[in-house]
Every structure is written in C-alpha cells, then in structure tokens.
C-alpha cells in the first residue's frame, strides 16, 4: 500500500478520486522558508525531504511525498502567516500571470523517482473587497499564494496553462507516470 508523506485534505481527496490505495502518514520534516531563489528546486527538495522522512518508518513500502508553492516572478509565496499577509499576496497575484509548482517523490528504501510540475495561473483583477470577503471565508490562510482553485478562489482565474490537479496541490497524470516508471501497482 501507498504511503503518503502528507496531511493535505486536497492531496487526499484527489488520490482518492483516481482510485489509489494509500494510508497516510504526515511527515515531520521540517519544511525551509520559501526563500531560495529557485522554486524548481524548493519543491523538489522539500518534497523529498517528506518522503524520506517517512520512509524511514515504513521500509520497503513506497511513499509518496509532496510540494507546492506559488511564484510570482520569481519570488516564491508560502502559505500566508495571518489574513494581513493574505491579503498583500492576493493584491500582489490580482491581474497577474503566476507559476504553481508542485514537487513530487515517490520513493522506496534507495529507489527515488522525481518530478516537478509548473502550471501558470492568470488571476482577472481582483477588488479589495473581493479579496476581503475571500479572506473572511478562512479559505485562503492553509494555502500557497492563499489561495485554492479548488474553492472560492476559482472565481479569480481567467485561465490556466498546465494541469488543473498541480494547482489543486498534486498533479495527478505525473503522479500517475511516476507510478508506471516504478512499476508501483495501485
């Protein structure tokens, strides 16, 4: 059975949507400040870094672990700190095109398999009040950029290039290709 590195609802929901047999396991990596300047890498490391911690409890077992952070011109937004700091990235995302990237890892004892995904996401200008009543609606305040597609927020993207899942918070198709490349049954 699949383990996943996460606590994500939206990760689960959407593993269960395919069909994927998993029990979770929340890592306790400790997760580095968005700060780095590339995003790429960021998810890439983190998500491995979520899933070797938990494989080390589960040898033998395949784990699966998971990133996602927004950039915006290149600088990176976590998950906002409070409604204030929800309220500075929606303004800053209004009007724009940005980049989602999510990092995935699937991994079993020394097998590692990688992969970053990037879906751009082109928000219509937002109004304050919009984004006021967005933010009291405590949607925002557990997800990169503050935002979540799957939610509210929908109402914001004029369009997306790339794939739906990764903005939502794990891109399913790659998973799916990852999946296959380690001849992982699920």
Known sequence: MLILASGSPRRR???TQIGVA???NPSSYHEESPK???PQKYVQDQALGKARDVAQKFPGQWVLGADTIVALDGVMMG???NGTAAME???ELSGKKHSVYTGIALI???KEYTKVVETKVW?????DKEIKSYIASGEPLDKAGAYGIQGRAAAFVDKINGSYTNVVGLPLSQVCKLFHKAKVHV
């Open 108 to 110: 079993n004892d020394k």
């Open 79 to 81: 998950k906002p700190k």
């Open 36 to 38: 780095k300047k590339d």
């Open 22 to 24: 998993y029990m979770v």
């Open 13 to 15: 929901e959407l593993l």
């Open 123 to 127: 928000f219509r200008h937002l109004t």
């Open 89 to 91: 990235m929606l303004r």
